[in-house]
């Protein structure tokens, strides 16, 4: 089959083959809309390549609730591995990962492991597909994932998923529509015009064809008319078997089909032949989704609910109707038999948060409460917490707050006063993820004084150790250590290690973060660590994971800081605790931009914004990050994302978002000569630091406010390396940030040296490919009379006949050069696996697949001189 404009992305795949037989695995983001041709690509890449490897496929299903890992248990069945099969059946997700990854790396070829219709999978399958893409590069696989990008909403999960990938293991591949010229070429071939099939079809390949196929005679009105034109010519028969395969979003068996109409066979042959329907492993489905959806959407309310009552009696007559939870409750659900669905919602709950698919989970306790209608409130409540859990653990803040509070109503109602406020301790701890510290201070205070004339408990001490957490997170340490050490004697006195270790991770972080306690600190926080992980207390676990790299990411030790938190992402990820691997994947992403790997900063932070469901805790720092570089940069809107971050950081009244927020703003004054902060702001602040804080934010802040306001404030004990009032203290800063390896920090402090100094510094802060502050320093060097300045980078037009980036023209210039790499990504201040992305897009626009040709190519199309 001619793939039509699609020979770019097959030369794409091919090439990132090649480079797995080489020996490092890779993701492919196929994405388009459906139709686009993604099937076909991928198939036409298998043709290919089947000689060359083993390949294996999977697809997603569209149920109502997807069946858990459907895609990776029906490799495991092509791979015939009766061990991964009984591992799958024990419902250990991590031994089944584990074992499955052992399987492809024992294999003794290549493999290509294809994932279809990732939009539809369950949250099982999208945590697998992290567990493999963090680990692609270990093995000779290539990975390639399909999706429909026009189905994923802001709060679709598959959001989520991207934005977590490994920046360094995946590539992208958006399909686009057929150009005009191409389907007035196929619509002449025909006899059709071409410009009224474009019009209607968009250029979607698959309206193309169907609009041209030679069983769609004619020019139908839109595309749904075209699919129902060619249904309307079959014969009566053979429309009611579409009908009810249309109900079955995932096939029908033929043994369901026989039972349903005996004789069917004769009814289907014609469909089969022009492939209108297809048969694979028993099971009958449409060849193309919109099939499917445009004749159920056909078929009348009443039918449609018949249809599914049909199948739904088929399915509990099944040997074990346990194992068709999902599609049990799929069809209960279009048949009205709400009380049969109920009784399966548990049960499938069950076997989702098993698997780890807590999204899934979230979602049939949901619907359990839209369809319960009855009066037992214990059954009410269970599903009010479940929800709210499970919410909870997938970054639903805010439902899971609308659901405590239910509870919270109820259990006032009850007067169970253990249940009120171990409630309103829950509630405090939401209500701190969605950004809203007087909220959680006030459910948190209100919980100790439900609580404070009860007996000592687990709850009790918890509530204790809540308030301690909220201040530690505003710095406040002595109040912090008051209940936490009261919390610690309570859970000791219990013998509860899970409060403990919450307990004991509130005193080490502010212990920490206090030089005179700093070892002290990280030993009480290592403890927290190890009780968590020996009594699988996961959040708590997580909790010191992200502290204990937080604080280290804030003394400067980032080696320490980056073991700590892959440790904790690879733990966090595992379990599916979504809300610890997003917040540490944006102190990894703080890291970056302090190391001076600004491209991967830039890019991890986006990627963490373009999911709208994260809380404000999470996404503050993103937006002072992306912010902060298109500052630096000079490039368009950085001071509406800062301001944003601003105001969302002084609703959590914590200085560790504030002051971040703040210096960035300050920075920007300084480099732009615009007042942008308010004095009430800068004030704010400034209180804020006499009673809370940690000294290193406390003294940035400080130093930014000097340098942009000459107004100066003293804080409890000032940070050192903060100290530049005279040379001799710029000097030792100097080589503290240089040692740190913090260039941009290093170019600041040694801008106040001498002029030696201060062309270094403007180099520095050049090959940074720092704008702004290039332009801002440059200026200062002119008005004190220095008139050597080193030139800025010579700006290459955008222009450019193959539409180069600025940034890929430099890495091109490079490659000239003969530059590796390494060496490129030495000279840049990125890494060796950006600049991999950078010359991959290179060759792409270049229409070449070796570096040196795309030099050439360069000189011949005099984009380099």
Not at 4 to 21: A, K, V
Not at 253 to 269: A, F, R, V
Not at 363 to 371: D, F, Q
Not at 738 to 751: D, K, M, N, R, V
Request: hydrophobic content about 40%; aromatic content about 8%; proline content about 3%.
């Amino acid at each position: 089959m001619e793939l039509i404009e699609r020979s770019g992305f097959l030369t794409r795949l091919n090439t990132q083959f090649d480079d797995t037989i080489n020996g490092e695995g890779h993701c492919i983001l196929l994405s388009g809309e459906a139709g686009m041709g993604k099937s076909s690509l991928v198939k036409a890449f298998c043709t290919e390549r089947k000689g060359d490897c083993r390949i294996f496929r999977g697809t997603c299903d569209a149920l109502f609730t997807p069946r858990p890992l459907a895609p990776l248990y029906d490799i495991i069945w092509q791979l015939g591995n009766d061990t991964l099969t009984q591992t799958g059946n024990k419902g250990s997700r991590g031994d089944l990962f584990a074992d499955f990854l052992l399987e492809l790396k024992n294999l003794t070829e290549p493999s290509v492991i294809i994932f279809e219709d990732i939009h539809w999978a369950d949250e099982a399958t999208l945590d697998f597909i992290k567990f493999l893409s963090r680990r692609i590069n270990q093995l000779q696989c290539m990975f390639i994932l399909t999706y429909r990008n026009d189905e994923i909403h802001s709060r679709h999960p598959l959001r989520n998923l991207l934005g977590q990938l490994p920046i360094d293991s995946f590539s992208r591949l958006e399909l686009l529509p057929l150009s005009k010229h191409a389907v007035d070429r196929m619509a002449a071939e025909k006899g059709y015009s071409g410009e009224d099939v474009y019009e209607i079809s968009g250029g979607n390949p698959f309206y193309v064809t169907e609009i041209l196929a030679s069983y769609s005679s004619g020019l139908p009105e839109s595309i749904k008319d075209s699919i129902l034109s060619v249904c309307a010519r079959q014969s009566d028969e053979t429309r009611n078997v579409w009908e009810i395969l249309s109900v079955a979003p995932t096939g029908l068996e033929i043994k369901y089909l026989e039972k349903l109409i005996p004789s069917y066979t004769g009814m289907i042959m014609q469909s089969l032949d022009s492939k209108i329907l297809l048969l694979k492993a028993d099971k009958l489905f449409f060849k193309h989704e919109l099939y499917r959806r445009t004749i159920e959407s056909s078929i009348s309310p009443f039918a449609k609910t018949a249809l599914n009552k049909s199948i739904l009696d088929l399915l509990l007559e099944a040997a074990e109707p346990e194992q068709e939870t999902e599609r049990i409750i799929h069809h209960a659900e279009r048949a009205n038999e709400y009380d049969l669905m109920l009784r399966f919602i548990p049960l499938a709950a069950r076997q989702a948060i098993s698997l780890g698919a807590h999204l899934e989970a979230a979602k049939l306790y949901c619907t359990a409460i839209t369809y319960y209608k009855g009066q037992d409130m214990a059954r009410l409540i269970h599903y009010y917490e479940s929800y709210a859990y499970e919410c909870y653990l997938t970054n639903q803040t805010r439902e899971a707050i609308k659901y405590q509070e239910k509870l919270l109503a109820l259990f006032q109602q009850q007067n169970d006063v253990e249940k009120i406020g171990d409630c309103m301790r829950f509630l405090s701890r939401l209500w701190w993820f969605e950004g809203n510290r007087n909220e959680a201070e006030k459910y948190g205070f209100q919980a100790v004084e439900v609580l404070e004339k009860q007996p000592d408990s687990r709850v009790k001490a918890q509530a204790f150790s809540n308030i301690s957490q909220l201040k530690m997170l505003s710095h406040q340490p002595h109040e912090c250590m008051t209940w936490g050490q009261l919390a610690i004697a309570m859970a000791k006195k219990l013998d509860d290690m899970e409060t403990l270790s919450h307990a004991l991770n509130n005193v080490g972080t502010v212990q920490m973060e206090m030089p005179e306690l700093k070892q002290l600190g990280i030993d009480v926080l290592q403890e927290s660590l190890h009780i968590a992980l020996k009594g699988s207390f996961h959040e708590h676990a997580a909790r010191a994971y992200t502290n204990l790299g937080a604080s280290s990411i804030r003394l400067k030790d980032f080696a320490f800081a980056k073991k700590i938190l892959d440790e904790g992402i690879q733990y966090c990820e595992k379990r599916e605790l979504d809300s610890w691997t997003n917040y540490m994947v944006s102190l990894n992403a703080r890291m970056d931009m302090e190391t001076g790997a600004w491209d991967d900063a830039y890019r991890t932070a986006e990627q963490l914004l373009a999911n709208d469901e994260h809380p404000s805790v999470v996404t503050i720092g993103p937006m002072i990050i992306v912010g902060t570089i298109k500052m630096r940069r000079a490039e368009a809107g950085a001071l509406p994302i800062l301001l944003r971050a601003q105001e969302k950081a002084f609703e959590t009244m914590e200085l560790q978002r504030i002051i971040p927020a703040m210096v960035a703003l300050l920075e920007y004054e300084w480099l732009t000569g615009e007042k942008i902060l308010s004095n009430h702001e800068l004030d704010r602040t400034i209180e804020m630091t006499e009673i809370m804080g940690n000294i290193y934010e406390n003294s940035e802040f400080c130093f930014w406010l000097l340098k942009v306001r000459s107004q100066e404030i003293s804080v409890d004990g000032m940070y050192e390396k903060y100290k530049i009032c005279n040379h001799t203290l710029a000097t030792q800063a100097t080589q503290f940030w240089q040692a740190a390896g913090c260039p941009y920090e290093e170019a600041i402090t040694l801008f106040d040296g001498d002029e030696k100094d201060k062309s270094n510094a403007i180099k520095l802060v050049q090959k940074m490919g720092a704008t702004a502050t290039y332009q801002k320093l440059k200026s200062v060097m002119l008005a004190s009379g220095i008139r050597r300045i080193p030139r800025g980078m010579r700006q290459t037009t955008s222009s450019n006949v193959a539409n180069l980036t600025l940034r890929e023209l430099t890495v091109l210039q490079l490659l000239k050069e003969g530059m590796q790499n390494k060496e490129i990504a030495s000279k840049l201040f990125i890494s060796s696996k950006t600049v991999d992305h950078h010359i991959s897009a290179l060759l792409v626009k270049l229409n070449v697949n070796s570096r040196v040709k795309a030099v050439n190519e360069a000189l011949k199309l005099e984009i380099l001189k």
